[in-house]
């Protein structure tokens, strides 16, 4: 062996992967095995039971009610968890909380436990009858002979009433609840109090699953609340400044009032059961501006840096002395407002002092690359914002529809003449083509002056080559649409060749501005 061995590789922490559905076949083993567990507990048995404790107890009629027993069946547990695992999630194995607020004989516990792994399952049941009896179910979940061998999270099922008992046994672990359960069809003001109490103590991207009543009204999350108040608000606000006619007022709307951490409603849908045909409503908490990655939003853009030497060295000069003065250097100025954007996952970032900064992501709905860029402020895309964006891309998608190109031979003759491009000579491969695309070991060519060329193509478009978008997606378009052309991979193209991807371009920004208008059409906002 070396006298210097060299030291083991530390292991590298993989990033958990997403949960994902189960599969058919170990679902129906799942589901066996459920079945197994409460095989004894049939819900009419479960009602009686809980009825007569109610009786017994001498409720009033709202309390008696209030404390009705219901439950969700296997398949709508599933299909619920699943919503989340696809759409709103993730869900990790081993990890979050799953609360089932009301647990009955903790049938929606179980069920939760055999359909995700998370790293604990609670449930919290006011009437001793139904907690015994989902106390002795919950011995045969342990069990292996009624559960097969797989990867089982703990189940507490606690005996307490959540509303008078909050504090003691709700609060403490409200962070770390990812997914919450009330069917509360029967719930009355004090349990939904007590919802809304915990849903504002629950984290970021949690998931809480209401039946017949939603949550509060002030927690979720509406970019468009009273628009006729905000708009009268708005109207009257502009038509107080002097010198400006009525008509060429431009009403803005001040942003609706919503929770900075509030939710927002991602389901909705009608469930069958044996008990009824209640609503089951799904929320998500999200901080503000509210969005999932791949929403439309309007965003505050970063003012472009200052050009030349001179700016660089007064920013740096800058900085230096705010740094020698113990202050924080300046946040970056503002830029363009009211941009149409995508929103992107942000970022976190380390300063040269190794504080953590947050970087606010989005990519421009006119950018065709797609790229993420830091912008200094996101809201919400708002229905009036995207009745603005309606008008501007409606239009866009008309002008692009007529762009014509007159003589694209011409126009690439041209091109090729000011870039000084010249055809493949005479006794060599391809003579009197263009390569477009550099062999191994080769330099120079077509292929490395592809956007130059796309420069000088522009103009041809008429006056939208002037386009910043434009530009992009033509750039993007052309490598491939001279591929296209090339059908027997020469690597070279005749100019007709050349002028026929040019000319294939209109049709390329027709796709990208109708696709932008497509997902305008399509959103909902929050």
Not at 485 to 498: C, N, R, S, V, Y
Request: aromatic content about 6%; charged content about 30%; overall charge negative.
């Amino acid at each position: 062996p070396s006298p210097n061995p060299e030291p083991p590789a530390e292991p590298s922490e993989e990033e958990p992967k997403p949960a994902e559905p189960l599969d058919e076949e170990a679902l129906k083993e799942r589901h066996a095995a459920f079945r197994a567990i409460f095989q004894a507990l049939p819900a009419v048995e479960v009602k009686q039971n809980s009825r007569k404790e109610r009786e017994e107890k001498g409720f009033d009629e709202q309390v008696f009610k209030n404390f009705a027993y219901s439950e969700l069946e296997f398949d709508v547990i599933n299909s619920l968890l699943d919503e989340v695992k696809q759409k709103h999630g993730p869900l990790f194995a081993g990890q979050g909380l799953f609360l089932d607020l009301g647990s009955g004989v903790g049938k929606a516990c179980v069920a939760s436990a055999l359909l995700h792994g998370f790293q604990k399952v609670v449930g919290v049941e006011s009437l001793q009858v139904l907690h015994d009896a989902g106390t002795a179910a919950l011995a045969k979940y342990t069990d292996p002979e009624f559960v097969p061998e797989v990867t089982k999270p703990e189940v507490q099922l606690v005996q307490g009433d959540f509303v008078a008992e909050f504090d003691e046994k709700i609060e403490p672990i409200a962070k770390e609840v990812t997914v919450c359960l009330a069917v509360s069809s029967c719930y009355g003001e004090e349990q939904l109090k007590a919802m809304t109490k915990l849903a504002n103590l629950m984290p970021e991207g949690s998931i809480f699953i209401t039946c017949t009543h939603t949550l509060e009204d002030s927690l979720i999350i509406d970019v468009n609340r009273r628009p006729r108040q905000r708009r009268a608000v708005a109207t009257k606000r502009a038509l107080r400044q002097r010198g400006l006619e009525p008509k060429g007022v431009e009403i803005v709307l001040d942003p609706a009032v919503n929770d900075p951490a509030g939710w927002r409603q991602v389901y909705e849908k009608e469930v069958k059961m044996e008990w009824g045909s209640p609503r089951v409503y799904m929320f998500r908490k999200h901080l503000y501006p509210y969005c999932y990655p791949g929403d439309l939003c309007v965003v505050t853009l970063v003012a472009p840096a200052p050009e030349g030497e001179d700016g660089e060295k007064k920013d740096a000069k800058k900085e230096e002395a705010k740094k020698e003065e113990g202050k924080e250097a300046e946040k970056p100025a503002e830029g363009e407002k009211g941009v149409f954007a995508i929103f992107a996952k942000p970022t976190q970032v380390q300063t040269e002092e190794g504080e953590e900064r947050t970087i606010m992501n989005a990519v421009l709905l006119n950018d065709a690359s797609e790229e993420p860029r830091e912008v200094l402020h996101i809201a919400p895309f708002s229905e009036e914002e995207r009745q603005k964006a309606l008008v501007v891309y409606q239009d866009l998608v008309a002008t692009t529809s007529e762009v014509q190109i007159a003589d694209a031979e011409s126009s690439v003759k041209a091109a090729l003449e000011k870039l000084e491009f010249a055809a493949v000579p005479e006794g060599e491969p391809h003579e009197g083509m263009f390569k477009f695309r550099a062999e191994e070991g080769e330099e120079g060519g077509l292929a490395e002056a592809a956007a130059r060329m796309v420069d000088e193509l522009l103009p041809s478009l008429g006056p939208m080559g002037g386009e910043a978008w434009v530009k992009t997606v033509a750039s993007l378009a052309w490598p491939e649409l001279l591929q296209k052309q090339d059908a027997e991979g020469t690597g070279a193209l005749p100019i007709e060749g050349l002028a026929q991807a040019w000319l294939a371009v209109p049709e390329r920004l027709l796709q990208f501005v109708q696709g932008r208008l497509d997902k305008i059409e399509a959103h909902v906002p929050p």
